[in-house]
């Protein structure tokens, strides 16, 4: 196995997000690897022939990311400290549009990485359906090995 230098982590802002991202920075200081934190905001242009929207869309679009940076900038400033302290000698978080599985994969390639760390449940219900499971596309068309944490698993009783 390759050294592990860059950590990849999504983040969708959920309950279980900084549970995740700390998760992610043990996992990234264990090997003394650079953090990435990254968002997707799903790219709804490709359903624009599915319904009218209320406003524009191109507005709509911007909007959003420029609501989910700040998000973004707000959620890496609080997860700094934990980072730090797990030995990552570097974080970094970004901001991407796209297909979340898509754009989580061109991603990682992109910058390098050795590993992708994810929870194993953002979407729910009708969402789940209507975009499937972002976990198990990424699981299945990584270029690097992926850990996913279940964030609604009890601790299973490791280690003191």
Same mark, same amino acid.
């Given at each position: 196995?390759?050294?592990?230098?860059?950590?990849?982590?999504?983040?969708?802002?959920?309950?279980?997000?900084?549970?995740?991202?700390?998760? $992610? !920075?043990?996992?990234?200081?264990?090997?003394?690897?650079?953090?990435?934190?990254?968002? +997707? #905001?799903?790219?709804?242009?490709? @359903?624009?022939?599915?319904?009218?929207?209320?406003?524009?869309?191109?507005?709509?679009?911007?909007?959003?990311?420029?609501?989910?940076?700040?998000?973004?900038?707000?959620?890496?400033?609080?997860?700094?400290?934990?980072? $730090? !302290?797990?030995?990552?000698?570097?974080?970094?978080?970004?901001?991407?549009?796209?297909? +979340? #599985?898509?754009?989580?994969?061109? @991603?990682?390639?992109?910058?390098?990485?050795?590993?992708?760390?994810?929870?194993?449940?953002?979407?729910?219900?009708?969402?789940?359906?209507?975009?499937?499971?972002?976990?198990?596309?990424?699981?299945?068309?990584?270029?690097?090995?992926?850990?996913?944490?279940?964030?609604?698993?009890?601790?299973?009783?490791?280690?003191?």
């Amino acid at each position: 196995m390759q050294e592990i230098k860059i950590v990849v982590t999504p983040i969708d802002f959920s309950d279980n997000a900084k549970m995740i991202a700390d998760s $992610a !920075a043990y996992v990234a200081g264990k090997f003394g690897a650079e953090l990435h934190l990254v968002f +997707v #905001a799903q790219n709804f242009e490709d @359903y624009s022939g599915f319904f009218v929207p209320p406003v524009n869309l191109p507005n709509l679009t911007k909007d959003l990311l420029e609501s989910a940076q700040q998000k973004m900038e707000e959620f890496a400033e609080s997860c700094r400290e934990q980072a $730090a !302290a797990a030995g990552v000698p570097a974080l970094r978080s970004h901001v991407l549009t796209g297909d +979340v #599985a898509e754009e989580i994969i061109n @991603y990682a390639k992109e910058v390098r990485s050795n590993m992708i760390v994810m929870g194993t449940h953002g979407y729910k219900g009708l969402e789940r359906i209507m975009f499937g499971s972002v976990a198990d596309k990424v699981v299945k068309t990584a270029c690097c090995p992926v850990l996913t944490i279940n964030p609604y698993r009890q601790d299973c009783g490791g280690q003191d």
